[in-house]
Each structure stands twice: as structure tokens, then as C-alpha cells.
């Protein structure tokens, strides 16, 4: 039978695991949360979740994956009786999610794109916008982003072409596509970071953004926002960010600890991959909050409209260096995009991948990534048709619903974002805590991790999460999203 080729070194699995953790959830959904949500007091709680849950559910993932050497669907299937259907909710979150995913990816290169016009004072440039937003009496980054979403077929275009991109690298497979691409990606995102931040911090004006971001309190008291959140508001806001940021809940762990060598220590990489995504977190904080507080004070902060809107105005207001720092910015939010679409698109096609190979079909990964992009490409049509709900045929419109639409009916990017982030994530992540807690046995994940023959330290404290404290957040956490979304 063929062989199931994994990563060839750890560092090539832990930069995969950090590409699939980093994405934009770390550039546009941290830095704003944090500040909306009360600066430290936010980061804490944030930290304290990391520890609670999300260690427990990263290292439960890594351990399931790797004890079963499956993707997610047959290895829930190999360990459970009760849970067995898990891994197919995973594969169609990760469906959900691919779908905005890559339209917001497409988006990315339109901007590197655009700055890059920009660089050569090309007509295809932002700079072209200058006239209209002056006569409208709006800003650069306003009209570019207006008149890009007014002509869905470019967005499409560029939709496609990023997944594209993300099928060409899982075409590759794990060795040769994934761990190449993010092994040397990741530490290039790394240091463009750096030079960005350096700039975003050194403008005048940045210390308000710093403030925004660390000092508890200080969005209220400056007016940046009208009150601060309720607890149970907070909680629910850093448990959701954080399992969509460390990309748990949905089996993308799962698949990549299925990969990773029975020699390697689980404990030392789940701690890793969270302590990177924070630092990231953290990192893109300083890059856009602070440049947004120097150049366009009144710019929104978190969501698309930060990434394309204020962030643009950002680099339009920059002066001669501006474009270059654009295309830097830009490229290192596709490069943050793509190491996680990949680790999206790997959650499928290894399911159906592997199936082929224990049927003695031999490698089939070509077919069925082709297969699997496909159906992406058209869910991320429909989210760049509908241009963020500005065509009049959103899920709330179909679906017959009258009045202001809630966000979650008002577009299809938001549609599919809320089922995905907003149900299913925060439901894996609990049927799985129960699943190891009460049906496998935490024994299970001891045993997986001292494979490697490092003695697992935590595992009195993971005992005590998985069984009770974890499965507790979790619920606060699900009923706080649900609330959000729908009350
Ligand atoms: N972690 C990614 C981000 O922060 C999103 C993601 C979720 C990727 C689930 C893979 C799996 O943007």
C-alpha cells in the first residue's frame, strides 16, 4: 500500500500549525476585541482561556490525530461510538469557512495589488481615487474599497485565484506542499511584521493606539466606544476569538497531528503554537492599531473595513514610502491567509485521501483537492457576488426576513462565519472535551504524548479541565456567541 507521507521535521509541522493558527482572525479580530473589551483586563482573561481550554482542547486535538495516524473524520470514528459524526461537522466547518475565507483572501491580493499601482503611479493605483474622495467628501480607502465591492466579477476573479493558490500547495501534500510553503513563509510573515510595526509605531500620534490597545478603560474614557462590555460579554468575545484563532474545534489539529512523528513532544508543540498565535496577536496589534490612532483617526477598527478601508488610508496618507509599505502589509495578510486556508482545504481532501489509499486506490490527492476546490470556488462566488450584502440577495433576504437585518442574515460572509465560528467551532471543541473527558479517557492523551518518551507533566491538570472545567467554559462561551448573534 502507499505510504502516508507527514511532516519531515518538527519545524516544519510547528510552522504549519502556527500558519494555520495565524490568520486574519489575528490581524483584524485581536487587536480591536482587545481594546474594545478593556485593553490587559481582556488580555488576561484571554490568557486564562488559553490555559483553560484552549491548551486542553490543542493538545487533545494533536493527540487524537496523531495516536490515529487519521484525518477527522475516521479518527473520531476509530476512537468513539457516541462521537463518530464529530469529524464530518469539522469537514463542513471547514467548507463554511473556506468559503469567506478565500473571497477575503482574494481581496488581500487586489490590495497588494493596488499598492503596487500605486508604487509606479499606475492608473490601477489608489491614487486615482483621490479626486472622487475629495469631491465626495470621503477618503481614499473608502471610494477603492466602495468601488471594489461594486464590481463583483474582479472580486471573484481575485477569490479564485487564491483558492487556486491554496489548492496548488495542497496538490504538493504535506512535505512537499504544505511544510515547504509555511516553513519558509511564517518567518517571512515574521519579520515583514517587524518592519511594519516599526513604522505603525513611530508615526505621530501612535501612543493612542497603544493606549487603546493595553490601558484598561481607556476606549471608554477617550470615547472610541460608547460603554464598556458586560462579563459574560468579555468572556464570550475572547473564548470566540481564541478558538477561531488557534484553529480548534473543527479538526484542522486533528489532521495535522496525524502527520506529525510518533518521536515528537505534543505537550511542547501545543504550548508553542498558542504562545506564537498570541505573540502574532499581539504583534499585529501594534502594526494596525497604532497606525490607524496616527493617520485615520475616525477609521474603523476591527473586520474588512479595517483591512481595507482604514488600512488603506493608512498607506495612502503615508507619503512617498507609503506603497511600499502597503504592498509589505498587504502581502504579509496573504501570506497569514493562505497558511491557513491550506490547513483548511488539508481537513477535507485528507479525509477522502486517505479513504482512497485504504481502499488500494493508490494516491489520489490530486482528484480529490481538485475536487474539494471546486466546491469551494463556488461558495466563495456567492460571498464575492454578494460584495458584503450590498446586492440584495443575502441570507436574510432569501430566507424572507423583514426590517434591519442582523449581521449574521445581512451577508453571506457573515452567514457562514456565524455558523462556523460562531456555533460550530465552540460546539466541536466541547463534544470534544466530553468525548475525551468521559467516553475515551484522558488516559488516551497521556499515553499519546509520552509516545515520544517526554513524561507529560500536565497531565493531573488536564485530567481535571478536560472532564469539568473545560466543557464549562465551553458552554458559557457557546450560550455568550449564540446570544450575540441572535439576541
Ligand atoms: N486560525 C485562523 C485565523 O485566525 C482561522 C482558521 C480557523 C484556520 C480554523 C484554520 C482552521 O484566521
Known sequence: ????????????????????????????????????SGGFTFLIIYLILAVLCGFIVMLGELAIGRKTGKGAVEAYHVLSKKF??????????????????????????????????????????????????????????????????GNPTEAIIYGLIFVAITMIIVIGGIG??????????????????LICIIRACTLDGAVNGLKYMFVPGWAVANGVIDKAPDFLTVLATAGGQMFFSLSLGMGAMI??????QKKENLQK??????????????????????GRFALDPDGTLGGPKLLFITMQNVFSRMGGLGPIFGILFYLLVVFAAVSSSISLLEVIVAHFVDKARDAGKGDKR?????????C???????????????TGFAPGNLLGM??????????????????????????????????????????????????????????????ICVKFITPLCMILILYGQIKEFFF
Open 1 to 36: 500500500m502507499e505510504e502516508r507521507k507527514g511532516f519531515g521535521t518538527n519545524f516544519g509541522f510547528l510552522m504549519a500549525a502556527v500558519g494555520s493558527a495565524v490568520g486574519l482572525g489575528n490581524i483584524w479580530g485581536f487587536p480591536n476585541k482587545m481594546g474594545a
Open 84 to 149: 463518530k459524526w464529530m469529524g464530518w461537522m469539522g469537514i463542513l466547518s471547514a467548507f463554511f469557512i473556506l468559503f469567506f475565507y478565500c473571497a477575503l483572501g482574494g481581496y488581500c491580493i487586489k490590495y497588494v495589488v493596488l499598492n503596487v499601482g500605486d508604487l509606479f503611479g499606475a492608473g490601477f493605483g489608489s491614487n486615482a481615487m483621490a479626486a472622487v474622495a475629495d469631491a465626495n467628501g470621503t477618503s481614499v480607502g473608502a471610494e477603492v474599497f466602495g468601488a471594489f465591492l
Open 176 to 193: 512537499g506542499g504544505i511544510e515547504k510553503v509555511c516553513s519558509v513563509g511564517m518567518p517571512a510573515l515574521f519579520v515583514m511584521l
Open 255 to 260: 489532521t495535522y497531528g496525524s502527520y506529525l
Open 269 to 290: 508543540n501545543a504550548i508553542l503554537i498558542i504562545v506564537m498565535d498570541t505573540l502574532v496577536a499581539l504583534m499585529a496589534g501594534l502594526c494596525v492599531i497604532p
Open 366 to 374: 490530486k482528484t480529490y483537492t481538485l475536487i474539494a476546490a471546486a
Open 376 to 390: 469551494v470556488g463556488l461558495g466563495c462566488i456567492l460571498v464575492c457576488a454578494d460584495a458584503l450584502g450590498s
Open 402 to 463: 423583514t426590517g434591519e437585518l442582523p449581521t449574521w442574515a445581512a451577508d453571506w460572509l457573515d452567514f457562514w462565519d456565524m455558523l462556523s465560528e460562531g456555533i460550530m467551532m465552540p460546539l466541536g471543541a466541547l463534544l470534544m472535551s466530553l468525548m475525551i473527558g468521559w467516553e475515551v479517557g484522558p488516559e488516551m492523551v497521556k499515553e499519546e504524548c509520552e509516545q515520544s518518551g517526554h513524561a507529560m507533566g500536565s497531565y493531573g491538570f488536564f485530567k
